[in-house]
C-alpha cells in the first residue's frame, strides 16, 4: 500500500519522466512511462511514491535533480526501485549511490551495451555505461546481460576489457557465474531486453529474453535497488508493454523488499 512518510515506508519508489536522454532516435515516448506504469499497480509493501519533474530544456539539469533527490532519499536507508524515463536517468541514480557504497556492483539487464561515445557533455540512455566506467566502477564490478546488439564503435571500445558480458542466449552461463556477495548490487532492467511480442513499446525492440528469464536475473542477483526503464506507452501495442513492465516491477519490488 502507498503511505506518505519515509519512516513508514518498507521500500521507495522514484518516478523519473524523462525522454530528452534519447538523441539518436525518433521513437520516444518514455515521458509518461512512470506514470502509467503505476497506474492501477497494487503494492504488496509499504511504499512510498517520490516524484523528480524533468527539466525539458535540459538533460544536465533533470539529472542534477535526480541525482540530489537520490541522495536525500539514501539518508533514510530504504531500498529505492526508480522508473522511468529512457535510461539516461539511471546514471545520476547510481552514481550516487556509488558515493554511498562504494563496492557496489551494477547489474545491467538490456539488449544493448550503452557503451558509446557521447556527444559534447549529453549522458544520453546509450552511453550510459561508459560514463559510469570512467566515473567510479570498475569493469569487473558490472555485468552485462542480455545483449544482442553491439555496435562497431562499442566494440572498439571494448578492445582487450574484462567486462562481463552475457548475450541473450547466454543467461545460464550469466546465472552460474554471477557470485553474491557482501556487496550492494543495483539491477537496472530495460525494458527492451523483453522479446519484441512482449514489449513492443519501447525505442529499440531487440531483445529476446522472456519474462521467467528476467525473474530468474531478479532472483539470482538479489539486488538491493534498482530500476526499470524505456517504458514507451505511446509506442505500444494492446498494453502489452505496459503489462510485462507491471509483472518486472512486481518481481522486483517482492525482492528488493525482502
Known amino acids: ?45 509499504n511504499v ?11 538533460l544536465e539539469n533533470t539529472h542534477r535533480r535526480i541525482e540530489d533527490n537520490t541522495e536525500e532519499l ?8 526508480s522508473l522511468g524515463g529512457d535510461h539516461s536517468i539511471s546514471y545520476p541514480v547510481i552514481r550516487a549511490l556509488k558515493r554511498r557504497n562504494p563496492g557496489l556492483k551494477l547489474v545491467w539487464l538490456d539488449s544493448h551495451l550503452d557503451l558509446k561515445e557521447k556527444v559534447e557533455n549529453h549522458v544520453s540512455h546509450d552511453v550510459v555505461v561508459r560514463e559510469l566506467l570512467r566515473h567510479g566502477f570498475s569493469e569487473e564490478e558490472i555485468y552485462l546481460v542480455g545483449i544482442t546488439q ?18 541473450s542466449s547466454e543467461l545460464d552461463k550469466f546465472l552460474r557465474e554471477f557470485k553474491e556477495d557482501e556487496q550492494p548490487v543495483y539491477l537496472s532492467v530495460d ?15 531487440d531483445g529476446e529474453l522472456g519474462i521467467d528469464s528476467v525473474r530468474k ?16 506507452p505511446p ?4 498494453n502489452k508493454t505496459l503489462k510485462n ?8 519490488e517482492r525482492q528488493i523488499s525482502q
Open 1 to 45: 500500500m502507498k503511505v506518505n512518510s519515509l519512516d513508514e515506508a518498507d521500500i521507495v519508489i522514484q518516478k523519473l519522466p524523462c525522454d530528452i536522454g534519447i538523441h539518436r532516435n525518433p521513437r520516444k515516448g518514455t515521458l509518461n512511462g512512470p506514470e502509467e506504469i503505476l497506474d492501477g499497480f497494487e503494492f504488496s509493501k
Open 48 to 58: 512510498l511514491v517520490d516524484d523528480v519533474f524533468p527539466d525539458e530544456f535540459s
Open 74 to 81: 539514501l539518508d533514510y536507508e530504504k531500498p529505492l526501485i
Open 150 to 167: 553491439i555496435d562497431g564503435d562499442e566494440e572498439q571500445f571494448m578492445h582487450g576489457s574484462n567486462l562481463n558480458i552475457y548475450r
Open 191 to 205: 525494458i527492451d531486453v523483453l522479446k519484441e511480442q512482449l514489449a513492443p513499446g519501447t525505442g529499440y525492440t
Open 217 to 232: 536475473v531478479i532472483e539470482a542477483v538479489e539486488p538491493d535497488h534498482g530500476d526499470l526503464v524505456e517504458v514507451a
Open 235 to 238: 509506442l505500444d501495442i494492446e
Open 245 to 252: 513492465s507491471k509483472k518486472i516491477l512486481e518481481l522486483l
